[in-house]
């Protein structure tokens, strides 16, 4: 049995970490891939995913989100995915053609006209489902749930707070989480226990092939650019956490991770917390559960997974 699903992302070094476990699992039936501005601006990131997907032989429809978040200014993390987004290493021009259906249409067609609910999985800022929702709130039913990679229930990487996702566009995030659409959140709780170490990159790049050359060569880089931001995990020195292939993890090997059904909200404004996820875990404030929050991961496993996919698409 298949699983279907709809990737939402923004390439983004771990974007395409997660994208390679995807295409390395035939049980996951990738509907559709979209693409956001985030790590990269809209136009280098709809590129990425072109030309990683083609890179990897798979065909699949990859379609062109929104340019902007809602209302703030775009920030980017250059500093962290390269100028590039992908630790500058380049790959072959694509093959695929962008979709001629815009992503929020592609992603409204693709739910209703299926037969079956999809999980959608969100590695970026949550502009594309926030837009979706409000455009046509008619998907949500065909939507089984939303694996998303955001937020943080304690600290943040972009502001003491606040996470880099739903810090660039918290009135999306918002929309999403008030959906009523159930959401597993690998937030930062999660994917900072979710890392390589630098001996297992090294291992990785033994594997010899093209792909685990490059694989290995962004992980370095994003080692690297993440050690001189506030995007590395308090403590560490030589490696690096895996955010986005959580979103991914969860949907092939839920029992990988444990987490609790709370309640959260966002934070819209506010002069030091815009972009912070409220996690409610002590129930405070009597609001229903809307999403549950991922706190522990079995790393061996999670690791284990990881190699397997890069191996398993070295040899494709
Ligand atoms: C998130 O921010 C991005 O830089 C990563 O791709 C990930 O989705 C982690 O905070
Ligand atoms: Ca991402």
């Not at 039913?141 to 955001?150: E, H, R």
């Not at 229903?288 to 790393?299: A, E, G």
Request: aromatic share 8%; charged share 20%; with cysteine.
């Amino acid at each position: 049995m298949t699983i279907p699903v709809i990737i939402d992302c923004d390439p983004g070094i771990d974007d395409v970490m997660a994208l390679t476990l995807a295409f390395a699992h035939p049980e996951l039936d990738i509907k559709l891939i979209t693409t956001e501005p985030g790590n990269q601006t809209q136009e280098k990131t709809i590129h990425n995913a072109l030309t990683f997907t083609s890179y990897m032989k798979k065909n699949i429809e990859i379609a062109r989100g929104l340019d902007k978040p809602f209302f703030r200014k775009l920030e980017i993390a250059d500093k962290v995915h390269g100028e590039n987004g992908l630790g500058n290493v380049e790959f072959p021009e694509p093959t695929i053609q962008v979709s001629n259906r815009p992503a929020i249409e592609a992603m409204k067609e693709t739910l209703l006209s299926s037969d079956e609910q999809i999980i959608l999985i969100a590695t970026g800022p949550l502009t594309n489902v926030g837009a979706l929702l409000l455009a046509h709130p008619e998907v949500k039913s065909k939507i089984k749930y939303i694996s998303y990679m955001g937020g943080a229930a304690v600290g943040g990487n972009m502001s003491p707070t606040a996470e880099f996702n739903v810090y660039v566009d918290p009135h999306a995030a918002d929309i999403v989480f008030r959906s009523g659409i159930p959401i597993v959140m690998s937030g930062l709780d999660v994917t900072h226990k979710a890392y390589v170490t630098i001996e297992e990159i090294n291992e990785m790049e033994a594997i010899g092939s093209d792909f685990a050359s490059k694989v290995s060569q962004m992980l370095r880089f994003y080692i690297h650019s993440a050690k001189q931001t506030a995007f590395h995990a308090p403590n560490f020195e030589n490696q690096i956490h895996l955010h986005d292939l959580c979103a991914v993890s969860y949907v092939l090997t839920p029992e990988l991770f444990e987490g609790d059904n709370c309640h959260v909200a966002v934070e819209l404004e506010g002069k030091y917390t815009a972009g912070t996820t409220i996690v409610d875990y002590a129930q405070q404030t009597g609001l229903p559960h809307n999403v549950k929050v991922l706190h522990t991961i079995n790393r061996e496993k999670f690791v284990e997974q990881f190699f397997h996919a890069v191996k398993q698409m070295s040899a494709d």
